[in-house]
């Protein structure tokens, strides 16, 4: 449980938001971070860097420059705020939606473009969706298309690594639409049990793709449905990096000791479609969307950033106009590397190729299939 002096506290804290930085960018409490004015404005760079990020990718595949991609805008400050309270050696089991954690986990933009590409530069040869990342040496675990088939993983490797003396914690994140699927209820009551030291964090930006998550769960809130397995749940303004990052802080801490798992509810919104391939004006109304851009974790930071004399409209669009430029920059050179050539794709099955993979190789690599590919 949390510490009585926490400043996250609440009489229900699975009822209740909780919330220290407004919407207008004033603190709700004088609560103290412990995050360093470098720290605040390296995770405030990183969210635009994210968003300008996101932006493009989306203008990318309507030009037909690249495959399906899932939007993060409005999420910045859930996914930013959860891996600024972990530790280094942490690991990150992602959702597809989950830009912002990867950009924060440092890995390279090289990478990351050339990962989003599918390019012969890519680690996984351009196997996977745009959005199915994974980087072993950032501690990100590959992910797999199907909802909530991570969070297992994320719960065994975390055991996995109690049981060597390794004082890690894993991160699974999610969409409110896989609080419905049975992966989710399985690893629950798996590290409920065990008290895995794993962090459960769920970023309900309110729709399961145009399911609205009041049609998939009874439930007064998702986190209470930590209570059924036997731990804590968490629920936060998602659009509050001091709220994530505090929550997150303390359920590290706690997992770190033996204390076991609990699930964090970012409670948040996406701004975009669900994907590229989605049309949200078929299920949410403008004014939806638009009474939600009034709590943008973006704007909201910035504002306290200002009213603490920390930024300014100048230092914003120097910002903007150097990620923009960093961003241009790394896409061109993402796309002129070649894609992954054809051979490709039979290797890593086995430490030496099959005769009857071989024969279908050599069928392939035939003038016949050449000029078709």
Sequence with gaps: ??????????????????????????????????????????????MVLTRILDEKLVALQRQGRMGTYVSCSGQEASQIGTVLALNKDDWVFPMYRDVGMVVQKGVPFDSLMNRLFGNSEDESLGRDLPNAFGWKKYQLFTLAAPIASHLQPAVGF????????????????FGDGATSSGEF????????????PTIFVCENNQ??????????????????????????????????LFAVYLATREAAEKARNGGGPTLIECVTYRLGAHSTSDDWKKYRSTDEVEEW??????????????????WSEAQE??????QESQINQAISKAEKIPLPKIETMFADVSSKISD???EEMDELLSEKWAKIT
């Design 1 to 46: 449980m949390m510490p009585k002096d926490s400043p996250l506290e609440s009489d229900d804290s699975s009822l209740g938001l909780l919330q220290v930085l407004r919407p207008d960018g004033v603190l709700t409490t004088e609560v103290k971070t412990g995050l360093s004015t470098t720290e605040v404005l390296s995770a405030y760079k990183n």
């Design 158 to 173: 975390g055991m996995a690594a109690r049981s060597r003396g390794d004082r890690i914690v894993t991160v699974a994140s």
């Design 185 to 196: 209820h399985v690893s629950m009551n798996f590290a409920g049990v065990y008290k895995a």
């Design 207 to 240: 729709y399961a793709i145009s399911v609205p998550v009041s049609r998939q769960t009874a439930s007064e809130t998702i986190a209470l449905k930590a209570k059924a397995y036997g731990f804590e749940g968490v629920r936060v303004d998602g659009n509050d």
């Design 293 to 310: 851009k009034k709590k943008d974790p973006l704007i909201r930071l910035r504002l306290y950033l200002e009213k603490s004399s920390l």
């Design 317 to 322: 669009r120097d910002l903007r106009k150097q």
């Design 356 to 358: 009857n993979l071989k």
